[in-house]
């Protein structure tokens, strides 16, 4: 089998556009969540997310193009002008059958789906757009990269929930892997912060109603987290065949090493008990290293800051690691971000990959009170000098769909 390493990243998040506003962000322990401005949050239980609010759609795309496209297609393209900028990655007729692209989306274009319904209750059907449709489906992500960049092969998106970026990630891996392709550009995007979007998470209690702390309100493994924050953008990286992106002088941040994906066969919305899926698929990401537990120096956990998340994910690391679950560092990202859903993987992905580079980890913010259940090194508040070696990443969806990916160091 071919090795995988990483070659470029970029990030469009609530911490900003861009790469380098998501790393200052980040070590500096910085909060992108805000009251909602997107709709009127006038009656609703939750009014907080993480909106990217610096975001301009004609930095990345020609004007007359922006009117066919959700808006989590146009987070993917920018993410991806990044990956491919910092990349260095050339398409060309030579090799652009060997490119591929796969980008997911746990939603899609719910914005546009509630747009045109009203419009169509309004107006009939002649007020919907003729773009309509290909606003909304997902794979129209890859679609639009690929011909923004002329990649020619594989190109697809995975759909699973929370898990979505890093499906698309590891299975992109895969394909070069097997000898698919020779380059892949991955990830994921979401933008989902609408009355839909909002109104049905809040219905199911799983969002946090801290409406009067924003900033505070994303607190993972802390004692008083209440629900998660939804947040969105997208986190893209470009995935190359070792030997060829050594060839060409490419920097690479890491190997991808290893990959694992579970089911937990349990229940649509709730891990099962004691983290018994998440424990198989790091074990496998692991087998698949040939790596042991004590090669790990840190986790971007899946780290959501609902109840039963949390806890059980920690078990999960306690069960498989051992010991040596109390030597780990594990932060969560999405105190900062917010849970991107179908985008969040991507998002951490890159970071992962960030601190691996500039060796640093980055914090879990909002750790106030510990919770005497949830009692490993969270890298509470502050960011951490510390090489990084192998790291994991976690992600974990409805359904009982797990995802882990590791990178370590070539």
């Given at each position: 089998?071919?090795?995988?390493?990483?070659?470029?990243?970029?990030?469009?998040?609530?911490?900003?556009?861009?790469?380098?506003?998501?790393?200052?962000?980040?070590?500096?322990?910085?909060?992108?969540?805000?009251?909602?401005?997107?709709?009127?949050?006038?009656?609703?239980?939750?009014?907080?997310?993480?909106?990217?609010?610096?975001?301009?759609?004609?930095?990345?795309?020609?004007?007359?193009?922006?009117?066919?496209?959700?808006?989590?297609?146009?987070?993917?393209?920018?993410?991806?002008?990044?990956?491919?900028?910092?990349?260095?990655?050339?398409?060309?007729?030579?090799?652009?059958?060997?490119?591929?692209?796969?980008?997911?989306?746990?939603?899609?274009?719910?914005?546009?789906?509630?747009?045109?319904?009203?419009?169509?209750?309004?107006?009939?059907?002649?007020?919907?757009?003729?773009?309509?449709?290909?606003?909304?489906?997902?794979?129209?992500?890859?679609?639009?990269?690929?011909?923004?960049?002329?990649?020619?092969?594989?190109?697809?998106?995975?759909?699973?929930?929370c898990a979505t970026s890093t499906h698309s990630i590891g299975d992109?891996?895969?394909?070069?892997?097997?000898?698919?392709?020779?380059?892949?550009?991955?990830?994921?995007?979401?933008?989902?912060?609408?009355?839909?979007?909002?109104?049905?998470?809040?219905?199911?209690?799983?969002?946090?109603?801290?409406?009067?702390?924003?900033?505070?309100?994303?607190?993972?493994?802390?004692?008083?987290?209440?629900?998660?924050?939804?947040?969105?953008?997208?986190?893209?990286?470009?995935?190359?065949?070792?030997?060829?992106?050594?060839?060409?002088?490419?920097?690479?941040?890491?190997?991808?090493?290893?990959?694992?994906?579970?089911?937990?066969?349990?229940?649509?919305?709730?891990?099962?008990?004691?983290?018994?899926?998440?424990?198989?698929?790091?074990?496998?990401?692991?087998?698949?290293?040939?790596?042991?537990?004590?090669?790990?120096?840190?986790?971007?956990?899946?780290?959501?800051?609902?109840?039963?998340?949390?806890?059980?994910?920690?078990?999960?690391?306690?069960?498989?690691?051992?010991?040596?679950?109390?030597?780990?560092?594990?932060?969560?990202?999405?105190?900062?971000?917010?849970?991107?859903?179908?985008?969040?993987?991507?998002?951490?992905?890159?970071?992962?990959?960030?601190?691996?580079?500039?060796?640093?980890?980055?914090?879990?913010?909002?750790?106030?009170?510990?919770?005497?259940?949830?009692?490993?090194?969270?890298?509470?508040?502050?960011?951490?000098?510390?090489?990084?070696?192998?790291?994991?990443?976690?992600?974990?969806?409805?359904?009982?769909?797990?995802?882990?990916?590791?990178?370590?160091?070539?």
């Amino acid at each position: 089998m071919r090795r995988v390493v990483v070659t470029g990243v970029g990030v469009v998040s609530p911490l900003g556009t861009g790469n380098g506003k998501n790393w200052d962000a980040l070590i500096a322990g910085k909060s992108g969540i805000d009251l909602i401005t997107r709709f009127d949050t006038a009656g609703f239980p939750v009014r907080i997310a993480g909106e990217v609010k610096d975001f301009v759609a004609e930095e990345f795309i020609d004007k007359k193009e922006i009117k066919k496209m959700d808006l989590f297609i146009q987070y993917s393209l920018a993410a991806s002008h990044f990956a491919m900028e910092d990349s260095g990655f050339q398409i060309t007729e030579e090799n652009a059958e060997r490119v591929g692209v796969l980008v997911g989306a746990g939603l899609g274009g719910l914005p546009s789906i509630e747009r045109y319904h009203s419009a169509l209750l309004e107006g009939g059907y002649k007020k919907i757009s003729p773009f309509f449709i290909p606003m909304l489906i997902i794979n129209l992500a890859p679609g639009h990269i690929s011909m923004r960049y002329g990649a020619k092969g594989p190109n697809i998106s995975s759909v699973s929930a929370c898990a979505t970026s890093t499906h698309s990630i590891g299975d992109a891996y895969q394909i070069i892997r097997r000898g698919d392709a020779d380059a892949m550009i991955a990830g994921g995007t979401e933008s989902t912060v609408t009355p839909l979007g909002i109104g049905g998470f809040a219905v199911m209690k799983a969002l946090s109603d801290r409406n009067d702390s924003p900033q505070t309100a994303s607190r993972p493994f802390e004692k008083n987290r209440n629900g998660f924050v939804m947040g969105e953008g997208s986190g893209i990286v470009i995935l190359e065949e070792y030997e060829s992106a050594r060839k060409r002088g490419a920097k690479i941040y890491a190997e991808v090493a290893g990959y694992g994906l579970t089911g937990d066969a349990y229940h649509l919305t709730a891990p099962a008990p004691g983290g018994e899926g998440a424990v198989r698929c790091m074990r496998m990401a692991l087998n698949n290293a040939g790596l042991n537990p004590e090669d790990i120096t840190y986790i971007n956990a899946h780290g959501t800051s609902t109840p039963l998340n949390d806890l059980y994910e920690t078990i999960a690391i306690k069960t498989l690691f051992g010991d040596h679950a109390k030597k780990l560092m594990v932060s969560s990202t999405k105190s900062m971000t917010g849970h991107a859903l179908g985008a969040a993987g991507g998002l951490e992905a890159v970071f992962t990959l960030m601190a691996m580079e500039k060796g640093v980890v980055p914090p879990t913010i909002n750790y106030e009170e510990p919770d005497p259940e949830c009692d490993l090194d969270y890298v509470p508040n502050t960011a951490r000098d510390a090489a990084v070696t192998a790291a994991l990443s976690n992600n974990f969806g409805f359904g009982g769909t797990n995802a882990t990916l590791l990178f370590k160091k070539v």
